[in-house]
C-alpha cells in the first residue's frame, strides 16, 4: 500500500506527497503534527466532539421532530373536546414553549427564570386561549378570569374528569391541555437545544401521550396510525441522531474529506438510514395487517381514568318530582311556569325519567355505570355537540319563568346540544354557579339537570330529536329489551294481586306490542280521571302500594268524606302512570315513568307552559331484530278527562228512634179458616173428562214440536241480532270496529265457510272476495249456451254482477283496513267513523248473501257455526267474573257441537233428534245462566264481607 492511502495521525489519510529516494527529492513536511480534538461522551448515549458546533439544519429537524411528537400525542385529546378548540390551545401552548426554551438557549437562562416567563405567558395569554368564554371581548384577562388562572392548575384536571365528553371550552377544562404542553414543551425544546440529549428530550412528548390517555376516553382517535406514526418517527429520528453523531467523532478511510460525517453525502449514514427506513415500514405494515388478531377484548382495550370516578349528582338526595303531581294542579294551575318556542300542541316536555319505585314513590334512579340500564348522571358543558344531529333534529328555547328545581325541561328522545344563554345567566346573583357550569345528563333516560337550580330569568337552547312513534310494521316486528328489563331496579315486596291483574288485562297477543297495548286497554276500561278538586270526584293525590292497590277493586267511593281512599281506578296521570308500570314491571315488561308537561295552545310555535299542563306518561324498551339500539315507546295510561263512572246509589238506613214502653196489643181474634178448609166446605169432585181421539194428540204433538223448532230458530236469529247490536253499540270505540268486522267474519262462517284462525283481516278478505268471485252471477246458466241471442240476454245480468262484486271487493278490503288501523293505531276512531264503518259492512253483508239461493240465505241466518267458533280473550274488567263460566259454556257448546256432527253423520236428521238437540242448548244456556248467577252471589257475598271487616 502506498504512503498516499495509508491513514496520517489522528486517522486521516495523508495528501502531502512523501519522499522518493528514487526521485532525489526531499521529503515534504508532515501536514499536521496536532492531534484532533479529544472526544467526551455524551451522556444521551452519543459522544459528541469539544469545541465542535452543530450544524443549523440537523437543530432545526430536531426541533421539527420534537414538535411532531407533541402534536400527535396531543391528538389523543379529540375524542374528549370533540371540537378543535383544543388544537388551537395546544399549537399555541407548543408555539410558546418553543419561543421560551429558544430564548432560554440564547440567554442562559435558569430555572427560576424560566418558570416566571412561563407564568407570564400563561396570565398574560391564558385568558384568550385557555377560557375565552370568560374573558374580556375573548381576550383580555378579567380578575375574574385570573383567578381561576391562579386556581386552574389545582382545579382544571378536577373539571376535565367529571365532564361527560365531550368537555367543551367551559370550566377551564382547556387547561388540561394548555399546562402540560405549556411545562413539557419548555422542558423538552430546552434539554433538546442545550444539552442535545435526544434520548431524554424525547420522554417529554411520551409524558404528554400519557395525558392524553389518563384523561382521555374508552374511545382513542385513530390509535392504529397515530401509535405507527409515533414509533416510526421516534425510532427515525433517534437512529440518526445517534449515527451521525457517531460518524462525526470516527475517522473512516473510505469517506472524503469534503463529505460531512452527518450529512446524506456520506454513504455509510445512508446505507444505513434506507435500511432502517425500510424495516420500519414492513414493520409498520406487519402491525397493521396483525392489528386485528391482537386487539384485546372489547370494553378491556383501554383504561379511561374517568370511569372509575363517581358522579357528582345523585338523584336520591332529592325528591321525586312525581310527588309534586298535584301540587302543580292545585297551586300553580295558572301560574306561567316556563315557555319554550318551536313546538307543536300535543308535544310532551320532559322533565324526569323515573325507574326506581319504592313502593312508596317513583323516583329517579342513578348509577356509577354509565351504560346500565338506568344510566349515570355525568357532567356535561354547554355549547358542545353531546351527539351528532340527525336530519330530523330540531331546536327550541327555553325560558324559565315560574319553575324552579334542579330537573331542567327537555325535548324529545335524544339531547343534541345544550347552548346557556349567557346574557341572562349572567344576572345570577353574584357567588352562585353559572348555568353552564353545573349541567348533568343522563343519557340513558335523558333527563337533564342543573344542580345549581334554575331560577327565574334563566335560557338556554336545546337541540334534540323529536320523538317519533313506531310504524305498524315496526310495531308487529319490536320485541321488549329484556336486558333492560334485567338492569332495571328490581321492585320487591308488592301484593300478589299486581301480577295477577297485569297478566289477566294482558291476555294472548300476538306481538309484545300489542301485550302492552292490551295492557292499557284494561287498565282504562272502567276508569274516571280525577284530580280530586273542586266538584271533581274524591282522588287522593300520591302513588304508593296502597293507593295503586285501591285502584284494582272494584269502583266504590264516597263524597261525603274527602279524605276518604278511593276504590277503583280513579286518578289522575301521577296514579295511571304509576300503575301501569307497576304492572308491566310485575310481568317482564321494562317500563319506566316519565314526568313532564304537554304544550297546548301554542301561539306561532311558542307555548307558555302552567301548572295545568302537567302530566305523565309510561315508557316502554323495545329492540327492533338485528338492532342494538334500544327504543323506548310512550303510552298514554290515563283515560279521557270527560270519562267518569257511575256513582253508585248510597244506602241510606234509618236513624233508630229512642226506645219507648209502649202498651200491650190488645188481644187477637181468632182465625178464620179460609173457604174449603174444612171437610164441610170442600166440593164435590168433578166427573172424570171424556178420553180425547188419538188424532188429537198427534196433531198437538205436532204442533208443540213445531212451535218449539220455531222458537228455537228465532231465538238463534234474535240472539244473532243482539249480538250484532251489542258490538255495535257496547264497548270501546276499537272494540265496536273488532265487532263489526267478526260480523262479517261470522256471517261468512255461517254460510259454511270456514276462516283459517291464523289468516289476517286483509288474507281473510280476499279469500272472501275469491269466493264472490267464483259464486255465478244472477240469471246466467252452469251449462253453455250456443245461441248468440241467449249469450246477449245473459250478458248484461254479468256484468251487473261483476259490477256488485267489485263494489264488495272494495268494502272488504275497506273494512280489513280500518278493523286493523283501529286496532293497532294510537288515536281511536270517532263517532262518525264507526257510523261509517257498520254501514260498510250491512253493505257488505247484503252483497254476500244477495246472490244465494233463499234456502242457504235462511240457512245462514238460523245456522249456529258463529256461536261454536272460538271467542276472542275478552279484555274488559267488567267481564273477568264471567271468565270461568264462559270458558264452561264454550266447552260445553263444543261437546255440543260434536255431538250434533256425530248424529248428522249417522242419519239420525230426525224429528227426535231434533228435537234433543234443541233441549241440549237449551239446557246448556240455563247450566251457563246458573253458573253466572252463582259467581256473581260469591262475588256479592266476598264484598260484603269485606266491607264489614273494613267497618269494624
Not at 399549537?91 to 426554551?101: E, F, R
Not at 402491525?287 to 377484548?297: K, M
Not at 315560574?402 to 330537573?407: L, R
Not at 310495531?475 to 328490581?490: C, I, K, N, W, Y
Request: net charge neutral; aromatic share 6%; hydrophobic share 40%.
Amino acid at each position: 500500500m502506498s504512503a498516499a492511502h495509508l491513514p496520517g495521525p489522528g486517522g486521516r489519510r495523508s495528501s502531502s506527497p512523501s519522499a522518493d529516494p528514487m526521485m532525489g527529492t526531499d521529503p515534504a513536511p508532515e501536514a499536521s503534527t496536532t492531534a484532533p480534538p479529544p472526544r467526551r461522551a455524551s451522556p444521551g448515549g452519543v459522544e459528541e466532539t469539544l469545541g465542535e458546533q452543530r450544524p443549523l439544519r440537523a437543530s432545526v429537524v430536531d426541533v421539527v421532530v420534537l414538535a411532531a411528537l407533541f402534536l400527535l400525542a396531543l391528538l389523543g385529546f379529540h375524542s374528549v373536546f370533540g371540537g378543535p378548540w383544543y388544537l388551537v390551545t395546544g399549537v399555541m401552548a407548543l408555539v410558546l414553549s418553543l419561543v421560551i426554551a429558544l430564548l432560554g438557549a440564547r440567554w442562559s437562562l435558569g430555572p427560576l427564570l424560566l418558570t416566571l416567563a412561563i407564568a407570564i405567558v400563561h396570565f398574560a395569554l391564558g385568558a384568550a386561549f385557555v377560557v375565552p368564554d370568560r374573558a374580556l371581548l375573548g381576550v383580555l384577562p378579567t380578575p375574574s378570569v385570573l383567578l381561576e388562572l391562579l386556581r386552574m392548575p389545582v382545579t382544571t384536571w378536577k373539571s376535565a374528569l367529571t365532564i361527560s365528553p365531550p368537555i367543551g371550552i367551559g370550566n377551564g377544562v382547556l387547561g388540561v391541555v394548555w399546562l402540560p404542553m405549556l411545562l413539557l414543551g419548555v422542558a423538552g425544546f430546552s434539554v433538546l437545544l442545550r444539552s442535545r440529549r435526544c434520548v431524554i428530550a424525547w420522554l417529554f412528548p411520551c409524558a404528554m401521550l400519557l395525558c392524553s390517555v389518563v384523561f382521555g376516553t374508552a374511545e382513542a382517535t385513530l390509535p392504529l396510525l397515530r401509535g405507527l406514526l409515533f414509533a416510526m418517527l421516534s425510532l427515525a429520528w433517534l437512529s440518526w441522531r445517534f449515527e451521525s453523531t457517531r460518524l462525526r467523532t470516527s475517522r473512516s478511510t473510505i469517506i472524503s474529506d469534503t463529505v460531512r460525517a452527518g450529512s446524506w453525502g456520506n454513504p455509510v449514514l445512508r446505507r444505513r438510514v434506507i435500511g432502517g427506513g425500510v424495516i420500519l415500514l414492513l414493520a409498520a405494515a406487519i402491525t397493521g395487517a396483525a392489528s386485528p388478531a391482537l386487539d384485546p377484548p372489547s370494553g378491556t382495550a383501554r383504561f379511561a381514568l374517568r370511569d372509575s370516578l363517581t358522579p357528582q349528582f345523585d338523584p336520591a338526595e332529592y325528591v321525586s318530582p312525581l310527588s309534586d303531581f298535584r301540587g302543580y294542579v292545585k297551586h300553580r294551575r295558572k301560574e306561567e311556569l316556563f315557555t319554550v318556542t318551536n313546538v307543536k300542541d300535543g308535544e310532551q316536555i320532559r322533565l324526569a325519567t323515573l325507574d326506581d319505585y319504592n313502593r312508596e314513590v317513583y323516583d329517579v334512579a342513578g348509577s356509577d355505570r354509565a351504560d346500565s340500564a338506568s344510566g349515570a348522571f355525568l357532567k356535561i358543558a354547554g355549547a358542545v355537540d353531546l351527539a351528532q344531529p340527525g336530519g330530523d333534529a330540531r331546536s327550541s328555547t327555553v325560558t324559565i319563568g315560574g319553575y324552579h328545581g334542579v330537573w331542567m325541561p327537555s325535548l324529545g328522545t335524544t339531547t343534541d346540544r345544550v347552548d346557556p344563554d349567557q346574557e341572562t345567566t349572567a344576572k345570577r346573583p353574584s357567588g352562585s354557579a353559572r348555568l353552564g357550569d353545573s349541567l348533568f345528563l343522563n343519557r340513558r333516560s335523558q333527563t337533564l339537570v342543573d344542580s345549581s337550580s334554575l331560577r327565574e330569568g334563566d335560557s338556554y337552547d336545546v337541540t334534540y330529536e323529536p320523538y317519533r312513534t313506531a310504524s305498524e310494521d315496526a310495531q308487529h316486528s319490536m320485541r321488549f329489551d329484556d336486558g333492560v328489563a334485567e338492569e332495571l331496579p328490581p321492585l320487591e315486596g308488592l301484593d300478589p294481586k299486581f301480577k295477577q291483574a297485569a297478566e289477566e288485562w294482558a291476555g294472548d297477543a300476538p306481538n309484545d306490542y300489542a301485550t302492552m297495548s292490551n295492557l292499557m286497554v284494561g287498565i282504562k276500561s272502567e276508569a274516571e280521571y280525577s284530580h280530586g278538586i273542586e266538584d271533581q270526584q274524591a282522588s287522593l293525590s300520591g302513588h304508593g302500594e296502597s293507593r295503586l292497590l285501591a285502584m284494582l277493586n272494584d269502583p266504590s267511593f264516597d263524597r261525603s268524606e274527602a279524605d276518604a281512599m278511593p276504590q277503583g281506578r280513579i286518578g289522575d296521570e301521577e296514579q295511571f302512570a304509576a300503575l301501569t308500570a307497576v304492572l308491566a314491571r310485575e310481568i317482564g315488561i321494562p317500563a319506566r315513568v316519565v314526568m313532564g308537561f304537554e304544550v297546548s295552545g301554542s301561539d306561532a310555535g311558542t307555548a307558555t307552559v302552567t301548572g295545568d299542563d302537567v302530566t305523565a306518561w309510561v315508557e316502554v324498551a323495545f329492540r327492533e331484530p338485528g338492532s342494538d339500539t334500544v327504543r323506548w315507546e310512550r303510552f298514554d295510561p290515563a283515560p279521557d278527562s270527560d270519562e267518569t263512572l257511575t256513582q253508585p246509589e248510597q244506602k241510606t238506613t234509618d236513624k233508630p228512634q229512642p226506645q219507648v214502653p209502649q202498651p200491650p196489643p190488645p188481644p187477637a181474634d181468632p182465625p178464620t179458616p179460609p173457604p174449603g178448609a174444612t171437610a164441610e166446605d170442600q166440593p164435590d169432585p168433578p166427573d172424570p173428562p171424556e178420553p180425547a181421539p188419538l188424532w188429537v194428540g198427534y196433531v198437538s204433538g205436532t204442533g208443540l214440536l213445531a212451535v218449539l223448532v220455531a222458537a228455537t230458530l228465532g231465538a238463534i236469529a234474535g240472539a244473532k241480532v243482539l249480538r250484532r247490536r251489542h258490538r255495535r253499540l257496547r264497548g270501546a270505540p276499537g272494540d265496536r270496529i273488532d265487532g263489526g268486522w267478526r260480523e262479517i267474519v261470522d256471517l261468512r262462517t255461517d254460510l259454511g265457510r270456514r276462516t283459517a284462525p291464523s289468516d289476517t283481516r286483509k288474507e281473510t278478505a280476499e279469500a272472501i272476495i275469491a269466493d264472490l268471485d267464483a259464486r255465478p252471477a244472477p240469471g246466467t246458466s252452469t251449462g253453455s249456451s250456443t245461441s248468440s241471442s241467449t249469450g246477449a240476454e245473459t250478458a248484461q245480468p254479468a256484468a251487473d254482477g261483476g259490477g256488485s262484486d267489485a263494489e264488495a271487493a272494495a268494502d272488504l278490503r275497506r273494512l280489513a283496513t280500518g278493523a286493523d288501523r283501529a286496532t293497532f293505531a294510537p288515536d281511536a276512531p270517532t263517532e262518525s267513523d264507526l257510523e261509517s264503518y257498520w254501514a260498510t259492512v250491512a253493505a257488505a253483508r247484503r252483497r254476500m248473501t244477495e246472490n244465494l239461493p233463499w234456502h242457504r240465505r235462511a240457512r245462514a241466518a238460523v245456522s249456529l257455526r258463529s256461536f261454536r267458533a272460538r271467542r276472542r280473550a275478552d279484555r274488559r274488567a267488567q267481564q273477568r267474573l264471567r271468565a270461568a263460566s264462559a270458558q264452561r259454556t264454550e266447552e260445553d257448546s263444543r261437546r255440543g257441537s260434536v255431538a250434533d256432527r256425530a248424529s248428522r253423520a249417522g242419519g239420525a236428521f230426525s224429528l227426535r233428534g231434533a228435537l234433543e238437540r234443541a233441549m241440549r242448548r237449551i239446557r246448556f244456556f240455563v247450566d251457563g245462566a246458573v253458573d253466572r248467577y252463582r259467581a256473581w252471589r260469591r262475588t256479592s257475598s266476598a264484598r260484603r264481607g269485606q266491607r264489614r271487616r273494613r267497618d269494624r
